[in-house]
């Protein structure tokens, strides 16, 4: 298995930290609070020392539900300098900072060495293709195949449509580190968006998402895509460090 040089942290939910060589990552961070003990990325939390990295920080919220984007991660411009912020236009930032960068599906962007491709969902919002210190990372927000048991057949039809479409202008890209939900509220379709993902794009390292606390989906899953030629990292807790 290939060493990429990167520590990341399971948050909650969506939310993970990325650290490469010279940059320090955050996507959808949500749960500003920890069930016990110190507040602290090994912990599942972000405190404002844990920012002191000495490295560029790219903090990432792909939409505005309350499970992927929490205000107080603005709070943050007024105690660190070395830090930007790339946002889904759908977000409403009340007041602006130079700092602070909104983006649409399908647009990019350069911020601080970093490249920035805004990609699609079938939610509201976007995801995210990122090129930094050498390494591509594709967070997908709420992007997913949404096949609820409960559609109808025309529902199903056109989340099938969409999400598929949006997957076909993904290809292409060689993706190191993929992050994409396989949530356990689609039941026994739970795995869909994920394996097509994985087939179609071929990430080397896969990391689940959008499980809430139900971490048992992630062991699940693995075993589900052990045909396919990529790494599935399985998660058991807040805070879990992944090196790779």
Sequence with gaps: MKKFG?????????????????????????????????????????????????????????????DHFNPVIL???????????????????????????????YEDMNVKDAYVK??????????????VDGKTIFHAGDLNWWYWWDDTEEEIERAEKWFKEEI??????????????VDPRLEHNYHLGGEYFAREIRPRVLIPMHFG??????GKFSEKVKDIP???????????EIVL
């Design 6 to 66: 990167v520590k990341i942290n399971y948050l909650y939910n969506s939310g993970f930290t990325v650290e490469t060589e010279k940059h320090f990552l955050i996507f959808d961070y949500f749960k500003d609070s920890v069930e016990s003990g110190e507040k602290n990325i090994s912990n599942g939390a972000i405190a404002l020392r844990d920012l002191n990295v000495g490295k560029d920080i790219l903090v990432f919220s792909s939409h505005s539900h309350e």
């Design 75 to 105: 709070s943050w411009l007024d105690e660190v300098d070395d830090i930007n912020y790339i946002l889904s236009s759908d977000i409403d930032i009340k007041e602006k900072d130079e700092r602070i960068h909104m983006i649409s599906a």
């Design 118 to 131: 805004a990609c699609g969902s079938t939610d509201i919002g976007i995801s995210f293709l990122v090129k």
């Design 168 to 181: 076909e202008r993904i290809k292409g890209e060689e993706i190191d580190i993929a992050f994409f939900p």
């Design 213 to 218: 606390e139900n971490y048992w989906v992630t």
């Design 230 to 240: 990529v790494r599935v990292v399985e998660i058991s807790h807040r805070g879990q």
